[in-house]
């Protein structure tokens, strides 16, 4: 078949279909949608924008408002390989996305803004924004970065703004500064609180307080101050601290100005306050003046200390104490007045100097210490209503009668132990200073010399009173020992005293023994003196027994226990026994000198064989003391 082409002037009529070449127009189609290959559509079909292209490719596509409004599409693709798509609107019209999802922008592929100077770019991890200029970001509100999330200002990471949800950090590279321009501050609520600077000066305001809070010291350089007004001042030099003012400094704290432990406030050069965490040291080149409108206050408990503790003058709040190690001096152009019934004590209350306007009184809750060198006299009378105590070594009351009304008169008042008794304490009678030897002096004492054995049940005084006579020399002053004493009668009418007790309860005489006999030895009449130890058997001359503490001592003065002992004729005392003996059993003389035996159950024996009987058993054989009960039948 073949093909022609033909123009036609008006218009060509096919069936129902009729071409238009004036109008440009083809009527007679299907207005419904095209449902196979070789269907034509209407343009009034395609204005409906109910058109559903699947998989088709649009080469060089322009669309209108009114059928992109409606576009439905998954992907648009570039018509070919490195081709860019291009979305353009007519004059000043938006390019609107919305989505219900994200707008997903491949990894490392950016969005730029006129040139790629000016790109949003991911990839994966970091979100880059680069501006070949200013990034202007434009906020109707608050430009929101999450906490521990920051602005980083150089490559390293250094320089970075950042906040944790409650501070806001500022970081710098190292030995970096964060620069403000001069003349432009910083504000803190409003411009009343600001910090400026103006390229030599910096200016911190506060329309308060400015509260500097810091973990540690906030450091000034040296030769560099802070000054107030003008012609106040604090400076410091890497030594010392110097504080300038024009006038006073006022020190105004609610609690204590501290001043470390030996580092002191200076004035001048000579003068200094210091203390070293116990003591409080003012130092002075000259007086120390006190100027004050009104009292001096210290407070109780506390003094003066002059030197050291031993001068010091202290109150609690009652008293006023006057310490010193040495003298206390007052030196006055006149008297030192105290008023009536204002008294001065010393230690207590007990001690005390008070006089009424009248009299004078001197009170001592102990003694009354007066020491001079010369003489106290009295001039008028003297009335000690307690009690009287003289030190000293004469004590002498020169009046006619002595009248004591105590009951009793007490010696050796000082002595504190037995160690430290005189051997004698009681009175004298002084016969004269120049008495012979039958006119000594007289003395009733107490002998602590005197020997008492000690075996009393009543107990041991350690002495005796004793009367004696005795010289103490020219001048009646030196003491009496016991080589020098005499004793002498004591005369009176009846002696009234408790029975003697020993352990031994005999009553024994001093008898002359022809030679010294031990303790419990059987003795008779004879030998060369008065008496003499049994030698035989059943002797019927049995005297007694030797006895060395009888409990009654008859004619005690003839000797001593060696040459005229004491002989027990009745009583309970010790004696020398050989064999066995059993309690109760009589004791007889036996062979062994001076000793006595059991006698013998049957054995033959008068009275006058019985020494006495055994108060106590032994099975010993040898010789031994048995206690027994002596009655002699002389």
């Not at 009793?408 to 008495?435: D, F, K």
Request: aromatic share 4%; with cysteine.
């Amino acid at each position: 078949m073949t093909t022609r082409n033909f123009r036609v002037n008006n218009g060509l009529e096919v069936g129902d279909i009729t071409l238009s070449a004036s109008a440009n127009t083809i009527t007679g189609l299907s207005t419904s949608a095209p449902s196979a290959n070789g269907d034509v559509v209407t343009k009034a079909y395609s204005d409906s924008g109910t058109q559903t292209m699947t998989n088709k490719t649009l080469t060089t596509p322009v669309l209108n408002g009114a059928l992109a409004t409606n576009l439905s599409c998954n992907d648009f693709v570039s018509n070919g390989s490195n081709a860019d798509m291009t979305f353009d609107t007519a004059g000043t019209g938006d390019i609107n996305l919305t989505a219900g999802a994200d707008v997903n922008v491949p990894a490392n592929i950016g969005i730029t803004f006129g040139d790629d100077g000016e790109k949003i770019e991911g990839d994966g991890t970091d979100l880059t924004i680069a501006s070949s200029a200013k990034l202007n970001l434009t906020a109707t509100t608050d430009v929101i970065l999450p906490p521990n999330v920051g602005l980083i200002f150089d490559t390293a990471g250094a320089e970075k703004i950042e906040s944790d949800g409650t501070d806001l950090s500022i970081s710098v590279g190292a030995n970096g500064d964060i620069n403000i321009p001069a003349d432009i501050g910083m504000t803190f609520g409003d411009d009343g609180e600001k910090i400026e600077g103006n390229g030599t000066k910096l200016t911190i305001s506060s329309s308060d307080a400015i509260d500097l809070t810091a973990t540690t010291d906030v450091v000034i350089p040296a030769n560099v101050g802070v000054t107030f007004g003008t012609g106040e001042k604090i400076e410091g030099d890497n030594t010392d601290l110097t504080v300038t003012s024009g006038g006073a400094i006022n020190l105004t704290a609610t609690t204590d100005v501290v001043v470390p432990a030996n580092v002191g406030v200076t004035f001048g050069t000579g003068e200094k306050i210091e203390g070293d965490n116990t003591d409080l040291t003012i130092t002075s080149g000259a007086k120390i003046n006190l100027a004050a409108t009104s009292d001096i206050h210290l407070a109780n408990d506390i003094g003066m200390v002059f030197g050291d503790a031993g001068e010091k003058i202290e109150g609690d709040g009652t008293d006023l104490t006057i310490n010193s190690s040495g003298d206390l001096n007052l030196t006055v152009g006149a008297d030192v007045n105290i008023g009536a019934n204002k008294g001065l004590t010393f230690g207590d209350d007990g001690e005390k100097i008070e006089g009424d306007g009248t009299n004078l009184t001197i009170a001592s809750s102990g003694a009354l210490n007066i020491n001079n060198t010369g003489i106290a006299t009295f001039s008028g009378n003297v009335i000690i209503s307690g009690n009287l105590t003289v030190d000293g070594t004469n004590t002498i009351i020169n009046t006619t009668t002595l009248a004591v009304e105590d009951n009793l008169i007490e010696v050796n008042r000082t002595v504190s132990a037995n160690s430290g008794m005189p051997t004698y304490s009681g009175l004298c009678v002084n016969r004269g200073v120049s008495s012979t030897a039958t006119e000594e002096d007289l003395f009733w004492v107490w002998d602590e010399g005197f020997a008492d054995d000690g075996t009393t049940i009543h107990g041991n005084a350690g002495g005796a009173f004793t009367a004696l006579r005795a010289s103490r020399g020219a001048d009646n002053a030196s003491p009496i020992t016991a080589t020098e004493t005499n004793l002498v009668d004591v005369r009176c009418n009846v002696v009234h005293a408790l029975a003697t007790s020993a352990q031994y309860a005999d009553v024994a005489e001093r008898f002359e023994a022809d030679a010294p006999m031990a303790t419990g030895a059987v003795v008779m009449v004879g030998g060369d003196a008065e008496i003499t130890e049994t030698t035989s058997e059943l002797s019927d001359q049995v005297f007694g027994v030797i006895s060395d503490q009888p409990a009654y001592a008859m004619n005690a003065a003839a000797g001593n226990q060696d040459s005229h002992p004491y002989v027990a004729m009745t009583g309970r005392t010790p004696v020398r026994v050989t064999g066995a003996v059993t309690k109760g059993q009589r004791l007889v003389s036996s062979t062994i000198k001076g000793c006595a035996r059991a006698a013998a159950t049957g054995e033959s024996i008068s009275p006058f064989h019985v020494i006495g009987r055994a108060l106590e058993s032994s099975t010993d054989a040898g010789i031994k003391l048995v206690n027994c009960a002596v009655r002699t039948n002389n």
